[in-house]
């Protein structure tokens, strides 16, 4: 069964995106500075911000799913120091639209 991860946050610096389960967590953990197993989920768009990856763990392991888009543009990302940002499930469902 799906658990959704009680809190989102976004990476808005552009992330490589042949990153997995393990690099995804070494990401959160080396750059974010927070812990992958928390449940939290963690967002990540690629440079061309055309490709998102969310990454959380579900009690029992990681949950990668990811979304491509084959036109437009996910309106975040571009900045060039690592930040992180809250978001709510109506702001991440904004962003999927």
């Known amino acids: 069964m799906l658990t959704p ?3 989102l946050w976004l990476c808005t610096r552009a992330t490589d995106m042949r990153c997995s389960f393990d690099g995804l967590a070494a990401l959160v953990r080396r ?5 992958p197993l928390s ?7 690629n440079r061309r911000r055309t490709l998102m990856k969310l990454l959380y763990f579900d009690g029992d392991g990681y949950c990668v799913w990811s979304k491509r888009l084959e036109q437009g543009q996910f309106g975040v990302g571009g900045a060039q120091v690592q930040t992180v940002e809250a978001l709510t499930w109506t702001q991440f ?5």
């Open 5 to 7: 991860p009680r809190r």
């Open 31 to 35: 750059h974010l500075g927070r812990d």
């Open 39 to 45: 449940g939290q989920g963690f967002i990540f768009v």
């Open 93 to 97: 469902a904004a962003l999927l639209e």
